[in-house]
């Protein structure tokens, strides 16, 4: 299976704390997304991060890529329950230009 | 930001019968179209790309006979499940292709099949 990896699987935090998931795929990719999603509704596009960068941010969201490991993570700092969700990573593979999604984190923040 | 819609958002039908789910870019125009499926706790798995005026490309592993797809136009994207059984009730998401490196996500069509 092309699917990537995602860890931990769950994540269950309290309210304030940081949260770190990781991904990491398995062929070359012009960039990784990370999306999250709210249980049984559609995905929210978070951040993107292309192939020649290493770490990008936007807002409480901090990514970062390495390229030579095929890992990328996320960190969400000052978590609030409002973040509670399932997070996917997706890298679009260079070439097939197809988004393959990772396992998903569900991260639980406790108020 | 583009806006994919789907329709409809769910449904429920007897076994063996099909079902027609669209998929439409509003605001810009779509050559490529992507269908994904989700079971329940798992995560998105790629069925197809839908090009406008071609044959779908079907992943390893999905029934082209049984998951039709058709791109008539560079707005709308349609998957038929036909036949459908119990196993195909999933979370069908669509998403239109705005340029090489970005996607923009449909809301979601959640199947059940009775």
């Known amino acids: 299976s092309q699917q990537g990896e995602e860890d931990p699987q769950a994540l269950s935090i309290q309210e304030g704390e940081n949260a770190t998931m990781n991904c990491s795929y398995k062929t070359s990719i012009n960039n990784l997304q990370w999306y999250r999603q709210n249980s049984g509704r559609g995905l929210v596009h978070l951040i993107l991060i292309r192939s020649n960068e290493r770490e990008k941010h936007s807002g409480r969201l901090r990514v970062t890529l390495d390229t030579s490991k095929k890992s990328s993570s996320l960190l969400i700092t000052a978590s609030r329950a409002a973040d509670t969700a399932s997070y996917f990573c997706a890298s679009l593979i260079q070439g097939a230009q197809k988004l393959v999604f990772g396992q998903g984190t569900r991260l639980t923040i406790n108020p | 930001g583009a806006v994919v819609s789907q329709h409809p958002s769910w449904v429920i039908c007897k076994s063996g019968t099909s079902v027609k789910i669209e998929c439409r870019s509003l605001?810009?125009?779509?050559?490529?179209m992507f269908w994904y499926r989700q079971f329940p706790k798992q995560s998105l798995m790629l069925m197809a790309t839908s090009n406008e005026g071609s044959k779908a490309t079907y992943e390893q592993g999905v029934e082209k006979d049984k998951f039709l797809i058709n791109h008539a136009s560079l707005t709308l994207s349609t998957l038929t499940v036909t036949s459908a059984h119990p196993e195909d009730s999933s979370f069908y998401i669509c998403?239109?292709?705005?340029?090489?490196?970005?996607?923009?996500f449909g809301p979601g069509t959640r199947l059940t099949v009775l």
């Open positions: 605001d810009f125009q779509a050559t490529t």
């Open positions: 998403s239109a292709r705005v340029d090489v490196n970005e996607q923009f």
